[in-house]
């Protein structure tokens, strides 16, 4: 079984940067492709980004540039780096991992991007 566990999160102005680590424990080596997704009030769930085992990385148009996914296999710990940050980025962030055919989701973490 593989646990997730989210941290970074916080209040931060426009403009301002914040990152997210999310921390994997248990059968790590199960681990292959891990992301980001987001849910804002009232709305749904969406994809931000992911990244390969590889560390091949993908981002939805609306964070390109903006933010950054990176991921350290001997720390078991993904980031997501997020820069510029803008008000419509608030939501609870929270990270998956594909662990063989199961997806595994880590519990959130709040960011508010105030204006």
């Known amino acids: 079984q593989v646990q997730l566990a989210e941290s970074g999160g916080g209040l931060v102005q426009t403009g301002g940067s914040l990152r997210l680590s999310c921390v994997a424990s248990?059968?790590?080596?199960?681990?292959?492709?891990m992301g980001w997704y987001r849910q804002a009030p009232g709305k749904q769930r969406e994809l931000v980004g992911t990244?390969?085992?590889?560390?091949?990385?993908n981002y939805i148009d609306s964070v390109k540039g903006r933010f950054t996914i990176a991921r350290d296999n001997i720390k078991n710990t993904m980031y997501l780096q997020m820069s510029s940050l803008k008000p419509e980025d608030t939501a609870v962030y929270y990270c998956?991992?594909?662990?063989?055919?199961?997806?595994?989701w880590g519990q959130g973490t709040q960011v508010t991007v105030s204006s």
């Open positions: 998956n991992a594909l662990s063989r055919t199961q997806l595994i």
């Open positions: 248990g059968s790590v080596s199960s681990i292959s492709a």
């Open positions: 990244i390969t085992s590889s560390g091949r990385t």
